[in-house]
């Protein structure tokens, strides 16, 4: 939102350091572009893979979600596991959109214009996904600022589920029994489920 009126020069400073709400939108609005293309010309699991990766790439920082979503053991993981979780997990995570948004699915997607501080830090983009006579479901992502600009680390479903969270508890089970191998495997048959048309 434009500031209108005179400024201190210490308050004009931390104006201008602020992030602004294209900067931290953008990312989940390319996502929100895919998933409409996606919809429409998508005509297969694979063919929407292609579409969605890119805009899933630019959209969220997986390995920051990987690592708060294996918790505590993450870093006691090789090298050769976080990398073959990681490339289990984005798969997973564009193949779960691939499934979700297929052509016939009529979601539309909306953003506020604005975004809003999170209070543990970074943004909040505020957006809703509704289709049909169904209400639309509120779907806010927390926004950080990296190396690569500002990716999504969480998404909140109602706006206070975290998927952090849950993806947390739902990982657990497959790393106490078997580890990052184990936690692999189960993210590869989810992804196996998603691209079965």
């Known amino acids: 939102m434009p500031f209108m009126g005179t400024l201190p020069y210490a308050n004009?400073?931390?104006?201008?350091?602020?992030?602004?709400?294209?900067?931290?939108?953008?990312?989940?609005?390319g996502l929100y572009d895919a998933l409409r293309t996606a919809q429409t010309t998508g005509t297969t699991a694979q063919r929407r893979m292609v579409l969605l990766s890119p805009a899933v790439d630019r959209a969220f920082d997986l390995e920051a979600i990987l690592r708060r979503s294996v918790g505590y053991r993450y870093a006691g993981l090789s090298n050769t596991d976080k990398a073959r979780l990681l490339s289990s997990f984005r798969q997973f995570t564009i193949a779960r959109y691939a499934s979700s948004f297929k052509p016939g699915t009529g979601a539309v997607f909306t953003m506020l214009p604005q975004t809003r501080p999170n209070p543990t830090g970074g943004q909040i983009v505020d957006t809703t996904i509704g289709g049909g006579t169904d209400a639309a479901t509120p779907i806010d992502y927390v926004m950080t600022q990296g190396p690569n600009?500002?990716?999504?680390?969480?998404?909140?479903?109602?706006?206070?589920?975290?998927?952090?969270?849950?993806?947390?508890?739902?990982?657990?089970?497959?790393?106490?029994?078997g580890g990052a191998p184990a936690l692999a495997d189960l993210l590869d048959s989810k992804t196996a489920r998603f691209l079965h048309d």
């Open 12 to 29: 004009a400073q931390s104006v201008a350091a602020a992030p602004t709400n294209d900067a931290v939108s953008s990312p989940i609005r």
């Open 149 to 177: 600009g500002w990716r999504a680390t969480d998404v909140l479903l109602d706006a206070h589920i975290s998927q952090v969270a849950a993806q947390r508890a739902d990982f657990s089970a497959a790393l106490s029994q």
